[in-house]
């Protein structure tokens, strides 16, 4: 009897000990579990949010587009900026167009074939910009109602028809602005232009003190690969204040 006596005081807490071994090895796996599912979720390697019914699936990172479009010194409707959307890459590049000089004092007109073609563009782009003007690599854009991605359903992806345009006559806009001071209106056969991105941003205020605000909405943009990206303008100038520079967030859908 005294030896079981003796032993009773032994046993109790290594049955205690051995229920709190098994509770805090519970509360680990548990634990663990739920690493996992949010490792699944938050995988950095593609932080893709998870899909809410109705709700467009965003495919990849939202990726930000920094200060792209004019090449100072060039004259901001002689080059184009072609960007990649699904990396951020862009390249600029002379206008390959047919340039076309008007005299405004002896009406005389000549024309000049700029070297170039979009073979030189060594990206894979999908969007170009030119100042105020932006193009679509033969895709089609379509305005939305939303103001965030989060916002698009999967319905508003629907008749993205809006395909880029040639401009003809007076809706053409110079390209050598140093030719105009000289009586000369310099304009290009190149003068390509996405009717929904190039109306993305208002102006405002008067020579010389004007600005660009970009418009709220989201755009829906289809790809000649049939891609989809979605598109958030930011704003239109550079860190320096000078128009003509965009930056904008796009992110890929499905």
């Not at 098994?22 to 690493?35: G, P, Q, S, W």
């Not at 289809?222 to 003509?244: E, M």
Request: include cysteine; glycine fraction near 6%; aromatic fraction near 8%.
């Amino acid at each position: 009897i005294a030896i079981g006596m003796a032993s009773l005081p032994l046993s109790i807490p290594n049955t205690t000990m051995y229920i709190k071994t098994l509770l805090v090895a519970a509360m680990a796996a548990l634990t663990l579990a739920a690493c996992d599912k949010d490792e699944v979720n938050n995988n950095k390697e593609n932080p893709t949010p998870m899909p809410v019914p109705g709700q467009v699936q965003q495919t990849a990172k939202v990726v930000t587009v920094k200060n792209v479009g004019m090449t100072p010194g060039n004259g901001a409707y002689a080059n184009w900026t072609y960007v990649n959307l699904a990396t951020g890459e862009h390249e600029t590049h002379p206008d390959f167009g047919t340039w076309t000089y008007i005299n405004t004092k002896t009406k005389e007109v000549t024309t000049e074939k700029k070297a170039g073609s979009l073979d030189d563009v060594k990206i894979k782009w999908d969007l170009a910009f030119r100042y105020n003007m932006i193009r679509t690599n033969n895709g089609a854009t379509k305005l939305l109602a939303a103001t965030e991605f989060n916002e698009v359903k999967t319905a508003d992806m629907a008749n993205i028809s809006v395909v880029d345009t040639i401009a003809t006559g007076k809706d053409r806009v110079m390209v050598d602005f140093a030719n105009m001071m000289n009586g000369i209106l310099t304009y290009t056969s190149n003068d390509v232009r996405n009717p929904v991105l190039s109306t993305m941003f208002t102006r405002k205020g008067q020579m010389p003190n004007i600005s660009y605000e970009p418009k709220p909405n989201v755009v829906a943009l289809r790809t000649n690969d049939g891609r989809h990206f979605l598109l958030k303008f930011k704003g239109f100038t550079n860190n320096a204040g000078t128009n003509g520079f965009y930056t904008f967030d796009a992110v890929a859908v499905k």
